[in-house]
């Protein structure tokens, strides 16, 4: 795993540490709209995703950020006016992999099992050989190296969570979607798994929901807000610097500073409301 | 530990079986309407060998159709499962079927298959069928979705989140319904062997109740409930070993 005091000078290097997962397009999204119990949750909501970039989105509980990542991996039913093109012009479906807030492991695979779920589920053998290769090196990683053969109800919840990272991660899809995907793990593990994923996910379109500002001030390209009823993203702060950034940095403080300002803004005018 | 929980229900059993023989003795009750304990135990002594051999037969009916019914009601729960036009149609046949009583098919399956044991095994089968297919198509179709919109993202085919996911998540499901189908399975053979048989202990109880001999026809009845409860003890720890995901309670 690498360090988490020096994960700046790292990142030239680790750049090309993974092949790249085919060509990432941008992708761009308006118009979306999604009702629950006839409250609309957004109306005519746009985002952009840069090519290649992560995204961070931060807001408020209940906002509708799973919602939005479910509608852009197509897990919702959308609504007419809705529109999702990726810049290349071709179907996003197939494309993308998802990493839900709960970590979905099936409690009668084990853990490597888990890990090479997407391999299995589809039959390909020669690619499952290969992913399990890749898997046990990327829970190595992780720490989960000497856990390969243990049931899920055997893990604690934040070891659960990074064998979905790994299975997310192990998926080579050009476009990312991740819901919270660090949130049950430990101060340090946390910054030891935002450089892990820095790395592998770099080249790759990146949609990443998260309550923590220090995170999406590490590892976003560029960092929305979302926020109101119904929600809206702000414009997005984009930080200098490579991912993932040196979390003591001046400069990823002040990120975090700024995104909490916006983050009480945000709360404060729902409170109005 | 195990020695300790076993007392009580020893000694209530042993409680029960002392009033009923002094009953018998002390209202001189005929033996041929109820036959004291004593009796049936000295039955087993006279006739173990008569009994063993209608056991035998009685065991054989149970086990091929358990095995013919849970075999049958799995496949028509996963083509259900997978082909959404014929769980429109089978459902409801399904449920129509099962308000016909078995008692009166028993004697047309007795007309059609013979005396013989494959008119018991339909008969298990029939009883055995309801209880399995419904408790897996149950299982299922109640899956977390969150484990089938991860699967279809990751491009899996119907088949696969049928097997790889489906399946695997409705086991305890189908095993709840094994469970029922063990405890009912002996019911459907005895039925078959009342109506028309040549052997089995459903069998010996008729032939034995009409000569009177009712010691041997109780008999008869001891050694069907303990078959029973060895089947069911038996496919519980099967279905344990085969699932040790699932969280046991003591
Ligand atoms: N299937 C559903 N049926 C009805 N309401 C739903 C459904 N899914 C979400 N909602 C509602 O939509 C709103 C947004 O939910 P969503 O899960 O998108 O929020 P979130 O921003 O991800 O929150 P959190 O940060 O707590 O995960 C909530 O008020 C929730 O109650
Ligand atoms: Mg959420």
């Given at each position: 795993m690498s360090s988490v005091t020096a994960p700046s000078e790292g990142a030239a290097l680790i750049q090309t540490a993974e092949p790249p997962p085919g060509a990432a397009p941008a992708i761009a999204l308006s118009g979306a709209h999604v009702d629950f119990e006839d409250q609309p949750?957004?109306?005519g909501l746009a985002l952009d995703l840069p090519a290649g970039r992560t995204t961070c989105l931060l807001g408020p509980s209940g906002v509708g950020k799973t919602s939005l990542l479910r509608l852009i991996a197509g897990l919702l039913e959308p609504l007419p006016g809705f529109r999702l093109v990726a810049s290349d012009d071709r179907p996003l479906a197939g494309r993308i992999a998802y990493m839900a807030q709960?970590?979905?492991?099936?409690?009668?695979?084990?853990v490597l099992d888990n890990a090479t779920l997407g391999a299995r589920l589809r039959g390909e053998r020669a690619a499952l050989a290969n992913a399990r290769r890749r898997a046990v090196a990327l829970l190595s990683d992780v720490g989960l190296v000497d856990r390969l053969?243990?049931?899920?109800?055997?893990?604690s919840g934040g070891m659960r969570q990074r064998v979905a990272l790994v299975r997310t991660l192990i998926e080579e899809r050009p476009v990312v979607m991740m819901d919270?995907?660090?949130?049950?793990?430990?101060a340090i593990t946390r910054l030891q798994l935002q450089d892990l994923a820095a790395r592998l996910l770099a080249g790759r379109t990146v949609l990443l929901v998260t309550h923590d500002p220090l995170e999406a001030a590490r590892l976003g390209h560029r960092i929305h807000v979302m926020a109101g009823k119904p929600a809206t993203v702000d414009a997005p702060l984009e930080p200098s610097g490579?991912?993932?950034?040196?979390?003591?940095?001046p400069g990823t403080l002040a990120t975090q500073a700024e995104l909490l300002r916006r983050l009480a803004d945000a709360a404060a005018v729902d409170a109005r409301s | 530990m195990t020695g300790r929980r076993l007392v009580r229900p020893v000694l209530i059993a042993a409680g029960l079986l002392a009033l009923w023989e002094a009953a018998v003795w002390l209202n001189s009750i005929p033996h041929y309407i109820l036959p004291p304990p004593s009796l049936v135990v000295l039955e087993f002594i006279d006739r173990g060998d008569l009994l063993a051999e209608h056991a035998l037969w009685t065991t054989i009916e149970i086990a091929l159709g358990l095995v013919a019914g849970v075999s049958l009601g799995s496949a028509v729960a996963l083509l259900m499962a997978r082909f959404a036009a014929l769980r429109a149609w089978g459902v409801p046949l399904v449920v129509v079927s099962q308000a016909v009583p078995v008692f009166a098919i028993a004697p047309l399956l007795v007309l059609w298959?013979?005396?013989?044991?494959a008119s018991k095994i339909a008969m298990a089968v029939l009883v055995i069928f309801f209880p399995v297919a419904s408790a897996f198509l149950d299982g299922l179709r109640r899956v977390d979705p969150g484990w089938l919109d991860l699967a279809r993202l990751m491009g899996a085919s119907p088949a696969a989140v049928l097997f790889q996911i489906r399946l695997p998540a409705a086991l305890p499901a189908f095993a709840s319904g094994v469970r029922v189908a063990a405890a009912v399975a002996p019911i459907g053979a005895v039925i078959g062997e009342w109506v028309g048989a040549s052997a089995g202990l459903g069998y010996l109880m008729m032939q034995q109740l009409a000569r009177g001999q009712t010691a041997l026809a109780f008999a008869a009845l001891v050694v069907l409930a303990a078959i029973g409860v060895a089947l069911y003890f038996l496919v519980d720890a099967l279905l344990r070993r085969a699932m040790p995901w699932i969280p046991q309670q003591s």
């Open positions: 949750l957004f109306d709960t970590d979905l492991l099936l409690p009668w695979l084990n053969a243990a049931r899920p109800d055997t893990l919270e995907p660090f949130g049950a793990l430990d490579v991912p993932p950034r040196d979390a003591t940095a | 298959l013979g005396y013989g044991i």
